[in-house]
């Protein structure tokens, strides 16, 4: 009961601008494995050491085994929540699916790759620590850059990040080309750790910790906090843009041939299928502003302080603009 009160609590414990919950944007691995208390916005610059609140939690680590009933309490907290509002938590069928996986990896005598084995695994098959996603950024708008200028913006200005650039630039390359050695941060990161370990982790966290001017980015304070970044609003923009643009297009398929299923599939997707055509203009222009950033890297006019700044401005544009299209969806799919 203490977790679903605990779970209940988090989900009122304030919203983004588009109206998500800041829980729901928790993601599901931290969520697994950890007791979380969202830090409420009113709370909200509390203390200089702790800069900004908004969308920060703090997290307690459970044991293997233990955290599977506690997250099956967390988990139909969310499903219960879902039922009631399509636009919060998440689907029942999606929550048995994670708490029978749970249940695997902590049960399971054989549970993931050898530490010597996984970060080539994670580095080739491109897939992060919890099989959720990408390691590093890979699509059209990345697909130019070298390896060392792929990486999430929680990654932008850290010490993972100017190691990759500092070994490119060193072998022959640049922000704008492979040198003989690039990789991305986030393949530093792992093969560093798994091969070197501990001291690597803690140089690495205390650069991060002094240059953003953090605590909570330093080592052992960092271990019980957790942020929702850009990147988790990215990934929630094109998981529903995605589907919204795959169902308008089967939807307009099945007008052409068989009305009955077309007006079936609507009755199924109808949100899905409205939102389809905003979902495609809003791509084309985060691809627009995505064009301008490799205008901006390129530019031989601007000092490095600008480019710096243009391209935090470009990232907001990209955060506001996808942002709006998750207000409109969830404005759409909530239960008035």
Do not use: C
């Not at 140089?203 to 240059?211: E, L, Q």
């Not at 939807?251 to 899905?272: F, G, I």
């Amino acid at each position: 009961m203490g977790m679903v009160a605990l779970a209940l609590m988090n989900a009122a414990a304030g919203d983004d601008d588009d109206g998500i919950a800041w829980w729901d944007k928790i993601p599901a691995y931290e969520k697994e494995r950890n007791i979380i208390i969202v830090i409420p916005p009113y709370m909200k610059n509390v203390g200089t050491a702790i800069p900004d609140s908004t969308g920060r939690y703090l997290k307690f680590p459970l044991p293997y085994g233990w955290n599977v009933p506690l997250y099956g309490a967390t988990l139909s907290v969310d499903a219960a929540r879902n039922a009631a509002n399509p636009a919060e938590g998440i689907p029942a069928s999606k929550a048995s699916i994670d708490l029978m996986t749970s249940a695997f990896k902590a049960f399971s005598p054989v549970n993931g790759l050898p530490p010597n084995v996984d970060p080539f695994y994670r580095h080739f098959a491109n897939k992060n620590s919890f099989g959720e996603g990408q390691l590093y950024p890979e699509n059209k708008f990345s697909e130019h850059k070298p390896d060392s200028e792929k990486y999430s913006s929680s990654m932008k200005g850290g010490g993972w990040q100017e190691w990759a650039s500092f070994v490119n630039e060193a072998t022959g390359g640049n922000q704008f080309k492979e040198g003989l050695v690039s990789l991305p941060p986030a393949v530093w990161r792992n093969y560093i750790k798994a091969f070197i370990g501990g001291p690597a982790s803690f140089a690495t966290g205390s650069y991060d910790a002094y240059s953003e001017d953090d605590i909570t980015k330093a080592p052992f304070v960092r271990k019980a906090f957790g942020e929702v970044s850009a990147r988790h609003d990215q990934t929630k923009f094109y998981t529903i843009a995605n589907e919204a643009i795959k169902a308008e297009k089967a939807y307009n398929d099945a007008r052409k041939s068989d009305l009955p299923t077309a007006e079936a599939m609507y009755q199924s997707d109808k949100v899905l299928i409205q939102i389809g055509g905003q979902a495609e203009r809003v791509q084309k222009r985060l691809g627009e502003i995505y064009k301008n950033d490799s205008l901006v890297k390129d530019s031989k006019t601007l000092t490095d302080e600008e480019k710096k700044l243009k391209l935090k401005i470009n990232e907001r544009r990209r955060s506001d603009i996808e942002e709006e299209f998750l207000k409109s969806w969830r404005e759409k799919v909530s239960v008035k």
